[in-house]
């Protein structure tokens, strides 16, 4: 071939590339793919989420999280990464990588019958970056090099599949990329049913009945879930026996998908969304079509061994009227039973209470509203006589319990008493009228119950169930409410054999959330055609911690954490992972430590020996991991994740020690250095281990501190600097010893505290105090003053000190004569702030700097409790102060919502507000 022909080739060849090419980005890849549209439309539950480090966050802060790690299967798969991590190196950063292939991504998982006993699940992760996929094929081949995997490839209709199959035991998960988007299952037959959905793109998604909406787009959403009812009885044969949930294939007649939004909030997960009305001719929807919703009035009647209530807002003659042509009795038994229903209000219900053992047999009581509690008597004593029943009754404190022989379903319609298969006619055996409602069970199971309610172990009066109960919807057409504590034995004894044994080795996660509630309420127009259920479901967590959560009035636009204790000093603010919110801790009047997270829940608390100071995180270094750093009394603590002590502290100070402040330098390749202030005017500095330095065992100071002294590093040398009230520094080394040019003379007597500018020797570091005549001086660690500068008029009664900034090289001048507080920007010729004051005494003043012109001075006066807040132009923000009972406030700026999250306390309460604050 001549080289003019083969170069024409290559060209010809070239030129299909790129016209292949662009016809693949101006089409297909043009036209992004609808994720939903590649789950198939048998799946029952669908849950997606696109914030993976929240949620994982959230789930840790609710203890949630260990729970969910310690299930079988998430050990199994963290094995599996586990070990491919190994093989690829096992460095932080491919550990990084490999866990964070989720990210802040739309990650669906949907689960699937795929046969009888079994369900399957279905994973849908995208890939935006080369570099990912890079990640996946590589993990995919370094397993399949592994003598434990083997890796193949097959087609299905045009795609090809990557199967990985452990040798050991022939499990396998099959991998399709679809247009970047990644499908994982070990069942292959739903990644081909994946292949199959695709090829009808204009079929309808899961999602399609519920239009445009997302939910994920709601603020403080962590994950949305779909539920697909009808094909909810079908799941339920995979976990529970056939007839054990009968009850519950007819009430999932009410709706037929619904689409709810997920949020882990503290003590509880909450979903809250949509499901759409069951159209399907003879469902329960269209019996119930127009009856009202009603509150749940069994509160009071209720026992606190129910395990299961289902409630219904319904009226059972007129849901399941006695059929037209049905024949009437010689003894008349038909018309009674009609009259009695016709006596019976729009609301029943069935309890099963608690079981002493898995094989026990369980109470279940069937309630039914009675307006007229007299009328719903007499037929039932008319019934009584007409089936020869005994008069005889038993006395159960003020009730009576009488004898019936008729069954529930005659009354109350089959709803509460499901046809099965074989199965023989139940009868109450008795029946007994408490308040406005009539309840029917056997005689054994109505005197424990009755029991219970003549000994007030009821709902009403338990405090952790009345607060449960406040928060489920007011009212509903469809309520079922589960006590996991209680329904334990009764699950071990429904569930099929193989999830039996599952439920038992997750029994703590099982447990984790006590209360449950899911409600159904129908839209207040049933006959508009896009009428929907408003769903609630509800996993609650009784808070039985320090403090309990509540919203805040609508003026304060936030959040109120109320301690049983009254909260002293003030809150320190601390980030937390994954969230541009601030964690808190807070100390109370009897000396506990809280730690609140970002979703203003009490991670721990810990008593200590007096009040809490230095509270700051520690870094980790030097083989002392990081964490919660604090003094009180004669120790120094230093708390994990959940609040546990990580050795080697607590660190035992001499018993006639008493530590006001403690100080923390930083450490990276060291342990820390912790500088300790006693209330005998001494310090102290050790290290995170415990390793006392020579020269301060300890330190004794001629004269009381003018300010918190400063311990930092330069150039690897430890530097703690120390300003005294007669207007000398001092500097010194870590072996106690004195920088040359020092003591240092301010010139004046010196009040408040210090500002440090670090450099990369002694004489550029710079230091910022003022002394009482008024001046800022900067002076270097060298011993030489670089500048004197007036900030203010100096006056007799006039007192100084300088305030640095929180997390910023900054810091404001603060003048105080008589009642008057004035704050100067070293930078600015007049004050910023000038307030008179009511009161005397100390009012502290704290210094924010979040850069770009965001400073926030806050001003507290403890007389009246309340706290100013001024901007960067001298504003006081909101016009007018706001309470706070503390020695300070916490203070963060988020710039994605350009706003302050404040932090104060109140009393009992801790306060966070978000102050929409616009650049000055």
Known sequence: MSRKLLALFTALLLLLALATYVYYRRTLAAVPVDPYALVPNDAVLV???????????????????????????????AGHLALADSLTGGTSRRRTGLLGLLGRKL??????????????????????????????????????????????????????????????????????????????STNPGLVEAVVRRVAHPDEPTVLTPFGATDLLRVRGMDATLMVNYRRLPQFLDVLFRP??????????????????????IGSRVQLQGFSNPETAKGALQQRLRGQRALPLGLTPMMSMRTALLL??????????????GARADSLGNGAALDSLRATFGGEMAIAYLAAPAASSRLGRLAFVHCPTPARTQRWLALLRRLNNNSPSFTNVGPYQVHPVGFAEEAVLGPLLNPAQPNAVEARPGASVVVGNYLVLSDQLTLNGYLADVVAGRTWSQNPSQVAFLQETLPRARLSILVDTR???????????????????????LFKRFPQMAMQLVPADNESVPDAQYFTQLLLRHPDLGPATAHPGVAAANGRVLTFKHPLTGMPTLLPALGTRIPAV????????????????SVLWSDTLAGPAVGVQLLPGGGGVPGGLLAGAGNRLHLMGNEGAEILPFPLHLPDTVRATALLAGPGPAAPARLLVVTSSNELLLLDAKGRLFSGWQPKRLDFPLAGLPAVFSVNSRDVVFVPLQNGYVYAYDQQGNLFPGFPLSMGARLAGGVLVQPGATLSRTQLKMVNQHGELITFSLSGDIISRKRVATWSRTARFQLVPAQRANTCVVIREDGNQL?????NQPGPLV??????????PVQFFDFGKGRLLVAITEPGPGQVFLYDAKGRLLGGAPVPSTGSGVGLSYDATSDSYQLVRIVGRELRRTELKVGLP
Do not use: C
């Open 107 to 184: 990650v669906i998982t949907s689960i699937h019958v795929t046969g009888p006993a079994v369900f399957d699940v279905l994973y849908q992760i995208p890939l935006t970056r080369v570099s990912e996929y890079r990640q996946v094929r590589s993990l995919l081949e370094t397993l399949g090099r592994d003598p434990r995997y083997r890796l193949t490839t097959r087609d299905y209709e045009d795609h090809e599949f990557s199967v990985l199959t452990e040798r050991s035991s022939e499990t396998s998960l099959t991998v399709l990329n679809y247009r970047n988007h990644l499908l994982i």
């Open 834 to 843: 000038t307030q008179r004051f009511v009161t005397s005494g100390p009012k």
């Open 486 to 508: 209680n329904s334990w034995n009764a699950l071990l004894g429904v569930l099929t054999e193989e999830r039996r044994a599952g439920l038992l080795r997750n029994e703590a």
């Open 822 to 826: 004035d704050v100067y920007l070293p």
């Open 585 to 600: 801790v807070v100390q109370d009047s009897v000396r506990a430590l809280h730690y609140v997270s970002a979703d203003n």
């Open 243 to 264: 007839e054990a949930h009968g009850q519950f294939d007819h009430l999932a007649g009410l709706v037929s998908e619904g689409l709810l939004g997920m949020k882990v």
């Open 311 to 324: 409630h219904l807002a319904a009226n059972p003659a007129r849901t399941w009227p006695r059929p037209a």
């Open 47 to 77: 849950l997606s989420t696109q914030d993976h480090p929240t949620l994982v966050r959230r789930l840790q802060e609710t203890g949630l999280w260990d729970n969910l790690t310690a299930v079988r299967y998430f050990q199994q798969s």
